[in-house]
Each structure stands twice: as C-alpha cells, then as structure tokens.
C-alpha cells in the first residue's frame, strides 16, 4: 500500500530524513515512533505529497508520489498534528468543502458525516465556525474530514493529541476498521501504549534514520516498548 | 513591573509592522521606514498648511484661542480614528490577558501598562498635529518661551481624553460584539463610518476651510459653547489663563482617572469573557454535491469575507465605485465641473466627460486587491491545500475567480449608473461597463500571481497580508498604473487625435490578452511553484 524506498529529506545543512525505507502493507496498522525532531513529520508530509523530498521515492498503491502527486492524494487522507482548519468555515461547510474536492456523492457524504461525527461526539456542534472549536474538536472534524472520501490509506501525525478517552477509543476502533476492509494506516504518536497495543508493526526513527523495523512484538521483544525506545534513546546519547 | 509591560506592548506593535521573512528581512524594515517617515512628512506638512492658512486670520479676528482650540479638536479626533480598534485589541481582546493574569501581576498593573501604551499612541498622533500646530504659531508670532511650554504641557495632556473615550467605546464594542453570532458586522459598519467621515473631510476640506475662515466668530461662539473644554484647551494655551488652564486639566485627567477605576475593577471579568462565535446546535440538512470549482471559489468568498477589514482593504474599489455612482447620480454638476477643467484644453467636453469616467471606473476596479493576499492569508493552513488532490491550476484559479465574484456586480452597477447619469453613447457606455470588468478580471489573475510569486505565511493576521504584503501593494499599483497609462498615452502623446472608441478597444484587447497570459500561466505553468511553497 506505502512503499518508501531510500527516502532523504534536508532542510539546509541539515538531513531530517536520511535514506529511510518502509513498506506497510494493506490491513496494517503501522505505528511510526521517534523523538522530537526525529523526522516523523518530515516523513509523513513527503508520503502524502506537501513536501517535497530530495533523494528516493515514495509509492502509494504502486503509484509513484513524485510522478503522480495527484493520483496518490486520491488516495490518501492526511491529518497534521495541529490540524489548522478554515476557521471561518462550520464544521458542516468545512466537510462539505472536503467531500466536493475528493467528488463524494451526496448521498456517501451525508451518511459518513452523520456516522463519524455522531461516533466521535460532534455533530451538534457541526453549524458553529471552526474557530469557536477546542483543540479536540478540530482533531475530530479533521478525522471526519480524512474519512469523508473512504480513503485507502491514512497517514495521521499524533492523532490521539487533544481526543478525550471516548473518542480516543472510537478512533481506534475505525482505524481497526479501515484495515479490516484492506485499507492501511500509518501513523505517528508518542503514546508508546496506544502503540504497542495498537499498532501491527512499529518503526523507531532516530536523527532522520530508521533504527528499527518490524512486527510489534518482535521490536517490543521480552520488554516493553518503552523500555525498548528508551534503551535506543541512551544508546545515541 | 508597568515599565517591563509597556515594553512588551511596544515590541508587539513593533513587531506587527516589522515582523518579516528571513530573507529580505533588512530591506523590509527599510521599505516600512521610509513609508512611515513618507506618510508623517505628509500629515505635518498637509495641517502645516492648514495652520498657516487659519494662524493669521484668526489673529485678526482676536481669536487666538480659537487657533489652538482647533489643533485640539483634530487631534482628538485624530487619535479617535486611530485608535479606536486598536484599543479593542489592546485592552479587551488581547490573546496574553490570561497568560498576564497567571503572573504573579497586580490585574491593575497590567491595564495600566495597556492604557499607556495607548496614551504613548495617541501621543504620536496629536504630535502629527501639534507640532506643526506650534512651529506655525512660532513662525508667525515669534518665540514666546512662556507660550511654547504652556503648548507642550497641554498637548501631552491631552492624548489622555481621547484614551479615555477610545476605552469606553472599546468595551462598548467589545461588549456588543461578544454575544453577536456576526461581529464584523459592527465592524464593517463603524470602519464604513470612519471612512466616510475621512472622505468627506477630504473632499470637503477646502470649502471646510474656506466656511471657518468667514464665519470664524461664530464658530468661536458655538465651540465655546457646545465643547468648553477645547475653549479651555485654547485659552489656557494661548493667553495662559489660570482657571481654563485648570478646567483643561480636570478635562484630561478625570476622565481617565474614571475610566482606569472602573475598568480596573472589572478588568479580570473583561479579559476573560468568553468570546468566539456562539455554538449552534446543528440539525441535519440535505447535501448537495458541488463541483471543484465551485466549492473551492465559495470558500474563497468566505474566507475574504471572514474579516471585515480584509474585505473593506480589499474592496475598497467597489465601495469607492458605488459612491462615486451615486454621487453621480444626485449631484452630477459637481462631477461635470470637475471634469469641465478639462475642457479649457478645447476638446469636446461630452467626449472628456464619457473617458475620464470610465477611466475612473477602471482606477476604482483596479484598486480591488482581494486576490493579492490570497495566497499568504493560506498561512498555517497551507497543508490542506497542498494535501488535496488538486492541481495548482485549480487550486489558484478559484482565488480570482472568488475576487470576481465579489468586485463585478458592483463594478457594472456602478458602470451602468455612471453611463445614465452621464447619458453618454452607445460604445462609452458599453466601455463604461466592459473596461472596468476587464480591469477587474485582469487584477484578480494578477494579484494570484503575483502573490504566488512573493508570499509571507507569517503575518499575524489577513488583514496585516493584505495591508502590509508587497503583492497587495503591487496588485494596487498595477491597477492605478493600467489606467494611468493609456490616459497619458491618449491625453499627452497622441493629443486625442483619434475617438475615444479606438483607446476603449484597444484597453480592451491588451486587457484580454494579459488576463489570458495570466490564466495560462497559472493553469501551466505555476505547478511547480506552488509546490515550492512552504518546503521550509
């Protein structure tokens, strides 16, 4: 579903991504762990086409992001870690806005928003401007936005930041969903819980290169993964 | 404590009009100097001359305390313009009101500091006019030490009154506005009010000027009457009398002795009122599916509308245009003597009347920049943009076409009012109505492109983009300039040798082919720029 092969990204002198190589599969849930300014970001924007990267490629579906941005994004939903919405739109106008972009019928849109939305506790505050949202709510009207158009893959950068428990769980519970009918996810976050318990395979990035790859419990080993990312932690410093 | 905070406030202020890219960031703050330093120079010397043309007569009439009476009067109202919004963003809505009251920080402490920073404000602008107001006194009355001190005290005095009356109707406004569902509604009407009083000033400035001037005894009578204390203001000045000089003082101080007491009681309630739109309790609706297009040019149309200020920046042409349609229609014979000037050069006065107007018209339509901060105003917002799966085409054509859409019913009202009024013919009529939509399409592409090519995704806000961006600033240059030129060319090169109908093609033609040049390069050719964007 997302293959990254050799990807390098550098801001000036510096390479926030160095020739990192992933594949996540359909039905994955893949979990993308690192320190601040480990390169999570970086990478996640360079799979769904924002940045731009230097060296390697990245393949949604076997499409390439550099030759064929657009067919890739058809693709893909994403949601940032501080999702900065159109403040002056509703919610309900900032779905709508979405669903005709990506050319969701009338009917798929009404039924996914009154889904999600009642799912995830928002849809009375769906006529009230962005701008009145807390942080919670804008993460969840990004969520129900990145689900409008069924997406094949979502990439989310720290999605659990801002949701209350409830709606935490939900989320869980549509990611597992997504992957059920052979979709995929990848996802960062530094809830090491939520991922381990969560994620099917997790990937430890450090200084912008991969320290380790695989299933959850072949990384995780005979300890936790905490005591795992914090052992790679000290050993760098 | 009050020292560090208005210290804070300053950096603050500094920063709005300072804060940059890191590249160009030296040459900016230049730019902004030698604007600022432009438009002071601009202000001095415009009441300078308004000083020097009153100082005299007044004198003759012993009306010397009229003289200073009148410097308070525009500076006051002045700081009123100035300062009003400001102070609703200094004193009542202030993003750092909470941060502050989390400090071990008397709440007092804090309004205090904001309330001189507002002072320090007003201060700059009543210098604007007491300074020239005090060299003019000078010049034509030789120095009196006694005289020039009694000014400055008075004059730094008095930005206290005008403070105190910007606070009041701050928390006016701020109170009205938090529990409005649409605030710029408020807004947009007291900017409306504030302009149309600045045009009407303007405009009317000479035959202002010329009415104090006969009938300055009367004025006296009536100011002495209905404000006592600018009577106090200017008698204290001038003849340096004791109890006005007082009354002038008490005027000052007491108001904002009052206001500081009342606002400092309720100043924690105040910085923390909940503000933000109200919450709506949705109820489902039928969806209607829309095209790309569409969806992405209405949520253009909401974002310029989402700030009041934004829009009445820029659109400040279609305002200007619709006014100048009425004005047109009730008084045309003040239009015509305007134009009628132009007749001493012995061309058909009809034939002038119809091509200044609708060059007019174009000037107006090209003043429109909404589309000039467009891209910018994207700001953090960016991603989501770049994250559709959209090519730059469609993602940047929406942006002008949103412009469009606001600026061209009034742009072709306002042309086909101007050509009744006027009853010009046939081909000006359709020139008066064409050229300016043409204009208007031509400066929609052009800002898009233009702010393409130069965007700043740091501004505070989108009204600081669209005020303070040098796309914006292009946008409306451009627009003067497509006008200004073919009138040169036409008036001074070809000496209107030919009718006036060949020029309106010609702009036509040149208008078409550059809005075409624009839609295909944005369509083909801005693909990989827009990509660019924010890659850091």
């Not at chain 1, 290169?209 to 932690?233: H, M, P, Q, W, Y």
């Not at chain 2, 590249?23 to 330093?37: E, F, N, P, Q, Y």
């Not at chain 2, 002038?248 to 009122?273: D, E, G, H």
């Not at chain 2, 300016?436 to 989108?462: E, H, K, M, Q, W």
């Amino acid at each position: 579903m997302l293959r990254i092969e050799n990807l390098t990204k550098a801001y000036g002198d510096k390479k926030a991504v160095d020739g990192l190589s992933l594949h996540i599969k359909p039905g994955e849930i893949y979990g993308f762990i690192g320190h601040n300014g480990a390169g999570k970001t970086t990478t996640l924007k360079s799979c769904c086409g924002i940045l731009r990267f230097d060296e390697g490629d990245i393949f949604v579906d076997g499409v390439s992001v550099k030759k064929d941005p657009i067919a890739c994004k058809e693709k893909i939903a994403y949601i940032p870690d501080n999702p900065d919405l159109y403040e002056f739109l509703t919610g309900i106008q900032y779905l709508n806005f979405v669903a005709d972009v990506y050319k969701v019928s009338a009917e798929d849109r009404q039924a996914r928003i009154e889904r999600y939305a009642k799912e995830l506790g928002i849809y009375d505050d769906l006529a009230t401007k962005i701008g009145a949202y807390s942080h919670g709510m804008k993460q969840k009207l990004a969520v129900i936005s990145a689900l409008i158009h069924a997406p094949r893959l979502l990439l989310m950068d720290e999605p659990f930041v801002g949701l209350d428990p409830k709606a935490a769980h939900t989320l869980k519970g549509i990611m597992r969903e997504i992957c059920d009918q052979g979709g995929a996810i990848f996802f960062s976050t530094h809830v090491l819980e939520v991922a381990e318990k969560l994620c099917d395979k997790i990937a430890i990035i450090r200084g912008g290169k991969l320290v380790i790859a695989g299933d959850t419990e072949t990384v995780r080993g005979d300890t936790s993964l905490e005591n795992v990312f914090l052992e790679l932690v000290e050993e760098e410093a | 404590m009050i020292r560090t905070l208005i210290s804070l406030r300053l950096k603050e202020m500094a920063h709005r009009f300072m804060s940059h890219t890191k590249a160009g960031g030296k040459g900016r703050k230049i730019l902004i100097a030698v604007l600022l330093t432009y438009c002071v120079v601009v202000f001095l010397g415009m009441f300078g001359g308004i000083f020097y043309l009153v100082c005299e007569p007044f004198m003759h009439l012993g009306l010397n305390w009229l003289y200073f009476a009148l410097a308070g009067l525009l500076s006051v109202t002045l700081c009123l313009i100035g300062s009003i919004f400001f102070t609703q963003s200094l004193i009542f809505e202030a993003k750092d009101n909470e941060l502050l009251l989390s400090m071990p920080v008397k709440p007092s402490a804090i309004l205090f500091s904001r309330i001189g920073t507002l002072y320090l404000l007003n201060l700059g602008y009543s210098a604007i006019i007491n300074l020239p107001c005090i060299v003019v006194w000078i010049l034509m009355n030789g120095f009196d030490l006694m005289l020039t001190l009694r000014c400055v005290a008075f004059m730094l005095l008095l930005p206290l009154l005008p403070s105190a009356l910007s606070c009041v109707v701050g928390f006016v406004i701020a109170l009205i506005t938090s529990r409005m569902r649409n605030k710029n509604i408020v807004s947009l009407l007291l900017s409306g009010m504030s302009m149309a009083a600045y045009f009407y000033f303007c405009f009317n400035s000479q035959e202002l000027l010329t009415r104090l001037l006969k009938n300055g005894g009367e004025l006296a009578a009536v100011i002495q009457k209905v404000l006592p204390p600018l009577y106090a203001l200017g008698s204290a000045a001038a003849e340096g009398d004791i109890l006005q000089s007082l009354i002038w003082i008490a005027c000052c101080v007491l108001p904002m002795a009052l206001v500081y007491a009342l606002l400092s009681r309720s100043f924690i309630t105040i910085a923390t009122m909940k503000r933000g739109a109200k919450r709506i309790k949705y109820k489902a609706q039928k969806t209607r599916k829309a095209s790309v297009f569409a969806a992405l040019t209405v949520k253009e149309m909401r974002r310029y509308s989402a700030d009041a200020m934004y829009l009445l920046n820029g659109g400040m042409g279609v305002l200007l245009s619709m006014i100048l349609a009425v004005v047109l229609l009730i008084k045309r014979d003040a239009i015509e003597s305007i134009f009628g000037m132009f007749a001493l050069t012995g061309v058909d006065f009809n034939q002038w009347t119809g091509a200044l107007m609708c060059a007019a018209l174009c000037m107006l339509a090209g003043m429109n920049m909404l589309s000039g901060a467009s891209v910018s105003i994207e700001g953090e917002g960016l991603w989501l943009m770049q994250s559709l799966p959209l090519k730059a085409g469609e993602i940047l054509l929406p942006k002008a076409a949103a412009h469009c859409v606001i600026c061209l019913p009034a742009i072709i009202l306002a042309g086909a009012l101007s050509a009744f009024a006027l009853s010009v013919n046939g081909i000006t009529a359709a020139a008066m109505i064409l050229l300016p939509c043409l204009v208007c399409i031509f400066i929609s592409l052009f800002g898009v492109t233009l702010n393409l090519l130069f965007p700043r995704f740091d501004y505070a806000s989108d009204l600081m983009a669209i005020k303070s961006g040098l796309s914006s600033g292009l946008t409306m240059l451009m627009g003067m300039g497509l006008v200004a030129i073919p009138v040169i060319l036409y008036a001074f090169v070809f000496k209107a040798s030919f009718d006036p109908g060949y020029l309106y093609a010609g702009c036509a033609a040149v208008l078409a082919l550059g809005s075409f040049l624009l839609y295909y390069y944005l369509t083909h050719g801005a693909q990989k720029r827009f990509d660019a964007l924010g890659q850091g």
